[in-house]
């Protein structure tokens, strides 16, 4: 059974970073797609950044630039390094696992089989 544990969330500054972590029980951890996905209130699941088992990342336009994704696949943790973080980031984010390897140009919440239960994130002006 795969369980995703986030963490790292915080409130922070507008212009501030913050380093999200996803803990990964199970097995094939380094055979998976991963991703990251933030909700704002009121708004619809976002994807955010996306690693496929080989380690080619994919971002959301609104990210390029001051996010970035990365996995250990001997610790089995996926990491979301956040800069310059602005008001509109603000929202719970979620780790989630494909279980296929290569990840999809688009980042779709649909082609993701496991989710952890998120981590807030906060962006005060």
């Known amino acids: 059974q795969v369980q995703l544990v986030e963490s790292g969330g915080d409130s922070v500054q507008s212009g501030g970073s913050l380093r999200l972590s996803c803990a990964y029980s199970?097995?094939?951890?380094?055979?998976?797609?991963m991703a990251w996905f933030r909700q704002a209130p009121g708004k619809g699941r976002e994807g955010v950044a996306s690693?496929?088992?080989?380690?080619?990342?994919t971002y959301a336009d609104s990210v390029k630039g001051r996010f970035s994704v990365s996995r250990d696949n001997t610790k089995k943790t996926l990491y979301l390094q956040m800069t310059n973080l602005k008001p509109d980031d603000t929202g719970m984010y979620y780790c989630?696992?494909?279980?296929?390897?290569?990840?999809?140009?688009?980042?779709?919440?649909?082609?993701?089989?496991?989710w952890g239960t998120g981590t807030q994130v906060t962006v005060v002006s």
């Open positions: 690693i496929d088992s080989d380690g080619s990342p």
């Open positions: 989630a696992a494909d279980r296929a390897s290569g990840c999809s140009g688009d980042i779709r919440d649909t082609d993701f089989t496991y």
């Open positions: 199970g097995y094939h951890y380094s055979s998976y797609c």
